[in-house]
């Protein structure tokens, strides 16, 4: 709290005083559009590495690799912290580019490689803090997820506000993509039981949740700026309880989107499914199929498919370089040259090792 505290007149003034930013941003509201296309995930905190940032780049160039996807919203949120926290968010708060993120997507933009900013939307530990009005409750207190984490409803004016500013902050710095994670209503522990201080009579899930794209779409769309949404692997399926209980119904969210990536890694499907005793076990199928499946749904979109693949060991006794390598040919057998590749502790020594050539 004390840093949070510390940091925030800091970030007042640059939101206040846009004229301190890089004069390469404003080159980059007349880019062509670009959306991911063969990447790995980066956290802030390795990107702000030079060292070992550099020798991310250097090992993606000789991987084939162009895409960076990197976390951006503990970064960039800080001035709209502060004005939620101060009750001072409004329709009317207007949005500025981002010093950090503007030097970083010009950083990337020369060497050629994709910057697609990750965005967190929903599940927020910072905001619910700073505001439990906003957040899903259950019974007297406020709603966590298995692992702690606290949530915002989406149906708060203000939350969608919070982080449709944030999007546009991105797509300010001159990045190429927005990312959306969590993009949904929680469905862990007790969620089906939590309360939703917002709801609004009416209004399904999942119309609230292609209301918010729709003014991503409309914020974002005077840059160029792409927009992407990650999902559960299992939602590539549909089946009718996963769209109604987390607010994600593909077909209707892909008029709004340029890219979707599905987060297919085999290990996430539980025993058993599709008759597989251990799915961490079997690379090439579960991708496979989730993009046939994802395909279907999209029959018609202009929506793009690029995956997220597993590149980390979670219960696959045969993870590998040859795990990587399947997974890559599940998505090009179905006609899909991009994937993304997830480790949450950015060790790629293995995917490396897969696709250099």
């Known amino acids: 709290m004390k840093r949070t505290?510390?940091?925030?007149?800091?970030?007042?003034?640059?939101?206040?005083?846009?004229?301190?930013?890089?004069?390469?941003?404003?080159?980059?509201?007349?880019?062509?559009?670009?959306?991911?296309?063969?990447?790995?995930?980066?956290?802030?905190?390795?990107?702000?590495?030079?060292?070992?940032?550099?020798?991310?780049?250097?090992?993606?160039?000789?991987?084939?690799?162009?895409?960076?996807?990197?976390?951006?919203?503990?970064?960039?949120?800080?001035?709209?912290?502060?004005?939620?926290?101060?009750?001072?968010?409004?329709?009317?708060?207007?949005?500025?580019?981002?010093?950090?993120?503007?030097?970083?997507?010009?950083?990337?933009?020369?060497?050629?490689?994709?910057?697609?900013?990750?965005?967190?939307?929903?599940?927020?530990?910072?905001?619910?803090?700073?505001?439990?009005?906003?957040?899903?409750?259950?019974?007297?207190?406020?709603?966590?997820?298995?692992?702690?984490?606290?949530?915002?409803?989406?149906?708060?004016?203000?939350?969608?506000?919070?982080?449709?500013?944030?999007a546009e902050t991105a797509a300010l710095s001159g990045v190429d993509e927005i990312q959306f994670d969590y993009i949904r209503f929680p469905a862990e522990g007790g969620a089906r039981n939590a309360n939703y201080p917002h709801a609004k009579e009416g209004v399904t899930k999942v119309d609230i949740i292609c209301e918010f794209l729709k003014d991503v779409r409309r914020r974002i769309d005077p840059y160029n700026t792409s927009l992407a949404v990650d999902i559960f692997g299992v939602t590539a399926w549909q089946s009718k309880i996963d769209i109604e209980s987390l607010g994600q119904d593909l077909k209707r969210m892909a008029p709004y989107l340029d890219v979707l990536s599905p987060m297919l890694y085999p290990s996430h499907f539980h025993a058993g499914y599709d008759g597989f005793a251990n799915p961490g076990s079997e690379p090439y199928y579960f991708i496979n199929t989730g993009v046939k499946q994802a395909k279907v749904i999209l029959s018609g979109e202009a929506t793009v498919l690029v995956p997220w693949l597993q590149g980390f060991n979670m219960a696959s006794p045969n993870f590998g370089p040859n795990y990587i390598r399947e997974q890559v040919r599940a998505c090009k057998d179905e006609g899909l040259e991009g994937f993304l590749i997830w480790n949450a502790r950015n060790d790629y020594s293995v995917s490396f090792r897969a696709l250099s050539k």
């Not at 991911?36 to 780049?57: C, E």
């Not at 990197?70 to 926290?85: N, Q």
Request: hydrophobic residues 45%; contains cysteine; aromatic residues 12%.
């Open 5 to 166: 505290m510390f940091m925030a007149p800091v970030f007042l003034l640059v939101f206040f005083v846009p004229a301190f930013l890089p004069q390469s941003v404003e080159k980059e509201f007349t880019k062509q559009k670009r959306v991911s296309q063969r990447g790995i995930y980066v956290t802030a905190w390795v990107a702000r590495l030079p060292k070992r940032f550099n020798a991310l780049k250097a090992e993606c160039k000789t991987a084939g690799l162009n895409t960076f996807v990197i976390d951006a919203k503990e970064m960039i949120s800080r001035p709209y912290l502060e004005l939620a926290r101060q009750r001072k968010l409004t329709p009317e708060t207007k949005a500025a580019a981002n010093p950090w993120l503007a030097k970083l997507a010009a950083e990337l933009h020369r060497e050629n490689f994709i910057l697609s900013a990750r965005i967190v939307v929903f599940k927020d530990d910072h905001l619910v803090l700073a505001r439990p009005d906003l957040g899903v409750h259950l019974g007297g207190g406020l709603y966590r997820d298995k692992k702690g984490g606290k949530w915002l409803d989406p149906y708060s004016d203000e939350a969608r506000l919070y982080n449709a500013l944030m």
